[in-house]
């Protein structure tokens, strides 16, 4: 069976979930904006890495704004109070005139494989035990031109920060998937990874005053590499998922505490009225197009 880290994390959080997007196929008509922006900026940052690891000139901006306005043409969205079309465009605008800027300091570029193309939005699939499969798509795998060493780097648009003092880097799940498939598929011919970590772009309303903050690119933050033991753990939770994928066991979350992940979820109406409004079935993958 092949499995990945966001279906890996989807049937953590909730078994239902998994069963309704991944088995039954199904999915909202309506995108949130944040995943809208983050592909659109997603896609510009993609571009912009593979164009500077190549020496090769790259107009951020443009690459964002058609990214944003096909997925606003193709797809409803769902805004957020104080967000509209202009805001979000007005932030990405700003998020393409900082991202180079910090990239240049960070003394990164990305890693090139045997046949020179530099290794970015670079899908993988991995053994692991027992004849399963892991499938990730890695944001970027970056060489340190201070240091000759290689990473895993994972890019994140999100509304808020993670804080100096958060151990959430140290024991991200994805972060530490990615270490291992990086590993397997890189290391015969740039070794093993040295470190892993996070570049975030942090979408806020633009600043209105001075003192306003707005949208803003981070550094790159990295963690130690993992150890043997967190990548033994690791594999141990992906074969635990895939039995329970296996055999269907697919419970409802158990929630203790008011703001829970049924708040958040495109099927809370289906899920507990039955009511299938704004939820559509994706095409078989088995069936032509």
Not at 186 to 207: D, Q, T, Y
Not at 275 to 283: E, F, L, N, P, S
Request: proline share 5%; charged share 20%.
């Amino acid at each position: 069976m092949r499995v990945s880290c966001t279906k890996a994390q989807t049937i953590s959080t909730c078994g239902r979930l998994y069963q309704l997007r991944y088995e039954d196929r199904l999915e909202s008509l309506m995108k949130s904006l944040a995943l809208v922006i983050g592909r659109a900026i997603d896609t510009a940052c993609s571009g912009y890495l593979l164009s500077h690891a190549l020496g090769a000139p790259f107009d951020m901006k443009s690459v964002f704004d058609e990214s944003l306005d096909t997925l606003l043409f193709k797809q409803q969205v769902r805004f957020p109070a104080n967000w509209d079309a202009d805001t979000a465009r007005a932030v990405g605008h700003i998020m393409c005139d900082r991202f180079p800027e910090e990239w240049e300091k960070s003394h990164l570029v990305a890693a090139v494989d045997r046949e020179g193309a530099p290794i970015v939005q670079r899908r993988l699939v991995v053994p692991l035990p027992n004849g399963h499969e892991l499938e990730v798509v890695i944001d970027v795998v970056v060489m340190d031109l201070l240091t000759g060493e290689f990473a895993v780097l994972d890019l994140k648009t999100t509304s808020q920060g993670l804080s100096p003092e958060s151990p959430f880097g140290y024991n991200a799940f994805q972060l530490t998937t990615y270490q291992y498939a990086a590993d397997l598929a890189f290391a015969a011919f740039l070794g093993s990874m040295s470190n892993v970590g996070f570049m975030e772009m942090i979408k806020r309303v633009p600043a209105k005053t001075s003192r306003g903050k707005g949208p803003t690119v981070e550094a790159p933050r990295f963690y130690p590499r993992r150890s043997p033991e967190q990548i033994n753990e690791m594999v141990r939770a992906y074969l635990a998922y895939i039995g329970d994928i296996q055999n269907r066991r697919f419970h409802r979350a158990i929630n203790n505490a008011y703001n829970n992940p049924c708040d958040m979820c495109d099927f809370s109406r289906l899920c507990v009225h039955n009511d299938r409004t704004g939820i559509t079935q994706r095409q078989s993958p088995h069936k032509a197009a």
